[in-house]
């Protein structure tokens, strides 16, 4: 089983920062990659940031400049530095822990409970 905590959202004025971290807790399992999405009220859930095991990243374009990911504390957490924030940015965040269990070959997708994130004056 994987445990996974975020937290960090918030309200924020534009051109603000917030950083948002992401736990992953548990045993017996292999971390493939961290990922971030969000959605915002009516809209699809969209991929925002990801980085793999081995510290490949990755951005969205409505993202990349402004946003950063990274590993921290042993690869136990990733942290999305957001900055330069937009109204636009505004959603529920949710962090994603693509893991495989035991010795298990099949990824599976694990969730956070999700962070709200609101960029308004």
């Known amino acids: 089983q994987v445990q996974v905590d975020e937290s960090g959202g918030g309200l924020v004025q534009p051109g603000g920062s917030l950083r948002l971290s992401c736990a992953a807790s548990?045993?017996?399992?292999?971390?493939?990659?961290w990922n971030w999405y969000r959605q915002a009220p009516g809209k699809d859930r969209e991929l925002v940031a990801g980085?793999?095991?081995?510290?490949?990243?990755m951005l969205d374009d409505s993202v990349s400049g402004r946003f950063t990911i990274s590993r921290d504390n042993g690869e136990n957490r990733v942290t999305l530095q957001m900055n330069s924030l937009k109204p636009e940015d505004t959603a529920v965040y949710y962090c994603?822990?693509?893991?495989?269990?035991?010795?298990?070959?099949?990824?599976?997708?694990?969730w956070g409970q999700g962070t709200q994130v609101t960029v308004s004056s």
């Open positions: 994603n822990v693509d893991a495989r269990l035991g010795y298990s070959h099949t990824i599976l997708k694990y």
């Open positions: 548990g045993s017996g399992f292999s971390i493939v990659a």
């Open positions: 980085i793999t095991s081995g510290g490949v990243a």
